[in-house]
Structures are given as structure tokens and as C-alpha cells.
């Protein structure tokens, strides 16, 4: 079973950035696709970026789009979300997710069945 661990939130003004790092441990999460999901009170669960395991090939949300990049470094177990131009609408508890079926960059939620604890991201306007 593997672990997974976030950091990297924190309170930010809008139009600032953040990177969340997810580390991995307990058995490996690669080959097997890697995501960000956020969950806003009183909204529904987001996938916001997927990346597969060799990290050649990525999804994102229309809402994060051109703003947020996925990455992956399988030699370190981790995988990064980096935040740029942050908005209000932003502010989450945002979820690293690993996938033990798929190897692609899946853009459905229900593909990723391991999730850490979350990180709390707050963008204030």
C-alpha cells in the first residue's frame, strides 16, 4: 500500500504562487498514473491535473489550464503541482492522488484510489 504525503499549501494573495510536492512511500507509485484533486466547501470533488507515469503525458482542468503544471521525479517518489497566477477560486483542500489500475493520464476521477491527507491552499483577493 502506498503512502502519501502533501505539502507545500499555505495562504497566498491572488495572482501569487505555490508548489505542492507529494511524497510517496510504503510500494513504489510508478509505473502507475499520478493527480492533483481539490475539493472547495459546498463543491464537488475537481480533478485538476493528471500526469501519467513516465510523465510524458498530462490533463488538466479548463479551470487550471495555462496556470498549473504537474510534474513527476519517479527517483524521488514525488510528484509537484506548481501554482502560478493563483485565484480566489483557487482555495481548496487540495489531494494528491495515485492510481493503481491506469498508467495514463486518465482525466477521470474515480481512476485515482489512493489519496493522502490534503493541503489546505487559501488565495485571498
Known amino acids: 500500500q502506498v503512502q502519501l504525503v502533501e505539502s507545500g499549501g499555505g495562504l497566498v494573495q491572488a495572482g501569487g504562487s505555490l508548489r505542492l510536492s507529494c511524497a510517496a512511500s510504503?510500494?513504489?507509485?510508478?509505473?502507475?498514473?499520478m493527480g492533483w484533486i481539490r475539493q472547495a466547501p459546498g463543491k464537488e470533488r475537481e480533478l485538476v491535473a493528471a500526469?501519467?507515469?513516465?510523465?510524458?503525458?498530462?490533463y488538466y482542468a479548463d479551470s487550471v489550464k495555462g496556470r498549473f503544471t504537474i510534474s513527476r521525479d519517479n527517483a524521488k517518489n514525488t510528484v509537484y503541482l506548481q501554482m502560478n497566477s493563483l485565484k480566489p477560486e483557487d482555495t481548496a483542500v487540495y489531494y494528491c492522488?495515485?492510481?493503481?489500475?491506469?498508467?495514463?493520464?486518465?482525466?477521470?476521477?474515480?481512476?485515482?484510489?489512493?489519496w493522502g491527507q490534503g493541503t489546505q491552499v487559501t488565495v485571498s483577493s
Open positions: 492522488a495515485a492510481s493503481s489500475t491506469i498508467v495514463a493520464a486518465a482525466p477521470s476521477l474515480n481512476k485515482y484510489d489512493r
Open positions: 500526469i501519467s507515469w513516465s510523465g510524458g503525458s498530462t
Open positions: 510504503g510500494r513504489t507509485f510508478s509505473p502507475f498514473a
